[in-house]
């Protein structure tokens, strides 16, 4: 079992920035590749970013490349999310999630074993 907490979450102005964490414990965190997701009201859960275990390789949506970054320290058991330029659009629940060694930048939710309770992000325009 892996379980995930996120945090950093909040509410911000459109072009301001938040960055957000997850919090591992459980198995070995570097045997996981991570993902960060979304979802809005109404609205299906859909990929943000996800990272290899060693953090060598970084995946975006075309909807966040150049404004979001993800990255991870496994000293720490932590995955991050840096979130610059936000627009109002990026209003939803994130969600960081867990998927096993080797399924490193899988977009689809069922790709990914654990997930965290989600942290709410709003952008005020």
């Known amino acids: 079992q892996v379980q995930l907490v996120e945090s950093g979450g909040g509410l911000v102005q459109a072009g301001g920035s938040l960055r957000l964490s997850c919090a591992a414990s459980?198995?070995?965190?570097?045997?996981?590749?991570m993902g960060w997701f979304r979802q809005a009201p109404g609205k299906e859960r859909e990929f943000v970013a996800a990272i290899s275990w060693s953090g060598g390789r970084t995946y975006y949506a075309d909807s966040v490349k150049g404004r979001f970054t993800i990255s991870r320290d496994n000293a720490v058991n932590t995955v991050y999310l840096q979130m610059n330029s936000l627009k109002p659009e990026d209003t939803a629940v994130y969600y960081c999630?867990?998927?096993?060694?080797?399924?490193?930048?899988?977009?689809?939710?069922?790709?990914?074993?654990?997930w965290g309770q989600g942290t709410q992000v709003t952008v005020s325009s």
């Open positions: 459980g198995r070995t965190f570097s045997n996981y590749a």
């Open positions: 999630a867990a998927a096993p060694f080797g399924k490193a930048g899988r977009t689809n939710v069922y790709d990914y074993d654990y």
